[in-house]
């Protein structure tokens, strides 16, 4: 299980390389076999179309709420670990990993919330049994440094593999057995109990799905219109374009 995050671009805050690591794993010659469930945040279901299409059964959730889907806090999809008998009976929990991204984690560490609001990316760090420092390539030595031991402060029982592109063996990240549940209730002591969440509304989404080909120049202008005007709002944009002249997508 990858813990989600706030996301911009490759050399922005956010897409701190999940997507390329599910990739990675599912086109590794590990012998097993897969199943990929997605959380997707929004009406429009996107991971699926990124996720490589595999031998592997993806199976994608959409319009889940941004506190539900482990976008910002991993407990909710822990507990569903928990919670469900015939999961419980079927499933076993083998290691909450969270990728982080190199360039940005100290600011979003350092980020200032109001008051009751959590920081997610510590949240993450906190929960996670192993933590894969990535995009290791666009930090220097120093403050990578700097950085493993700041995630060591929250969190010193999880091993930081340090990694670019998610590029880790994966006998270090498959059946590893390292999750442990007394650990989650040292972090948050009334993990199990059966709580009502609030759901959390101040964050929301929006789909726009169009037929046709789309005009690269125009889009970009829209974009960045809407980047200047509310670039500041914005946590994630992503989509799939079919764009006229080319054949990618
Ligand atoms: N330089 C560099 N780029 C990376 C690395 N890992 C991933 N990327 C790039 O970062 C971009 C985003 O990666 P994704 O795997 O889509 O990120 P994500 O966490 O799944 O993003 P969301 O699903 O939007 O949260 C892609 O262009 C990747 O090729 C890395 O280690 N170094």
Same mark, same amino acid.
């Given at each position: 299980?990858?813990?989600? @995050?706030?996301?911009?671009?490759?050399?922005?805050?956010?897409?701190?390389?999940?997507?390329?690591?599910?990739?990675?794993?599912?086109?590794?010659?590990?012998?097993? +076999?897969?199943?990929?469930?997605?959380? %997707?945040? @929004?009406?429009? @279901?996107?991971?699926?179309?990124?996720?490589?299409?595999? /031998?592997?059964?993806? &199976?994608?959730?959409?319009?889940?709420?941004?506190?539900?889907?482990?976008?910002?806090?991993?407990?909710?999809?822990? /507990?569903?670990?928990?919670?469900?008998?015939?999961?419980?009976? =079927? &499933? /076993?929990?083998?290691?909450?990993?969270?990728?982080?991204?190199?360039?940005?984690?100290?600011?979003?560490?350092? %980020?200032?919330?109001?008051?009751?609001?959590?920081?997610?990316?510590?949240?993450?760090?906190?929960?996670?049994?192993?933590?894969?420092?990535?995009?290791?390539?666009?930090? %220097?030595?120093?403050?990578?440094?700097?950085? +493993? =031991?700041?995630?060591?402060?929250?969190? +010193? $029982?999880?091993?930081?593999?340090?990694?670019?592109?998610?590029?880790?063996?994966?006998?270090?990240?498959?059946?590893?057995?390292? &999750?442990?549940?007394?650990?989650?209730?040292?972090?948050?002591?009334? $993990?199990?109990?059966?709580?009502?969440?609030?759901?959390?509304?101040?964050? =929301?989404?929006?789909?726009? %799905?169009?037929?046709?080909?789309?005009?690269?120049?125009?889009?970009?202008?829209?974009?960045?219109?809407?980047?200047?005007?509310?670039?500041?709002?914005?946590?994630?944009?992503?989509?799939?374009?079919?764009?006229?002249?080319?054949?990618?997508?």
């Amino acid at each position: 299980m990858c813990s989600g @995050g706030p996301a911009g671009e490759q050399d922005t805050a956010g897409h701190r390389g999940k997507t390329t690591l599910v990739n990675y794993i599912l086109s590794e010659n590990h012998g097993k +076999k897969i199943a990929v469930v997605e959380n %997707e945040f @929004g009406e429009v @279901g996107i991971d699926d179309a990124l996720v490589m299409q595999a /031998q592997e059964e993806i &199976f994608e959730m959409n319009n889940g709420c941004v506190c539900c889907t482990g976008l910002a806090d991993p407990a909710p999809v822990l /507990q569903t670990f928990f919670v469900d008998d015939d999961l419980q009976e =079927s &499933f /076993q929990l083998d290691a909450l990993i969270t990728v982080v991204d190199a360039k940005h984690i100290l600011q979003h560490l350092d %980020e200032a919330k109001p008051e009751g609001v959590e920081n997610e990316s510590v949240e993450q760090i906190a929960f996670a049994d192993r933590i894969l420092l990535n995009k290791t390539d666009l930090v %220097e030595a120093e403050e990578q440094a700097a950085i +493993k =031991s700041r995630i060591k402060a929250i969190n +010193k $029982f999880a091993e930081v593999i340090e990694c670019s592109y998610g590029r880790v063996p994966l006998q270090q990240l498959l059946g590893i057995q390292a &999750f442990s549940l007394d650990r989650v209730l040292a972090v948050e002591p009334d $993990f199990l109990e059966d709580k009502e969440h609030e759901h959390d509304s101040s964050i =929301s989404s929006v789909g726009i %799905e169009r037929e046709g080909l789309c005009d690269m120049a125009l889009l970009q202008q829209w974009l960045g219109g809407l980047l200047r005007e509310q670039g500041a709002d914005l946590f994630r944009s992503k989509g799939v374009l079919a764009v006229q002249g080319s054949d990618d997508r």
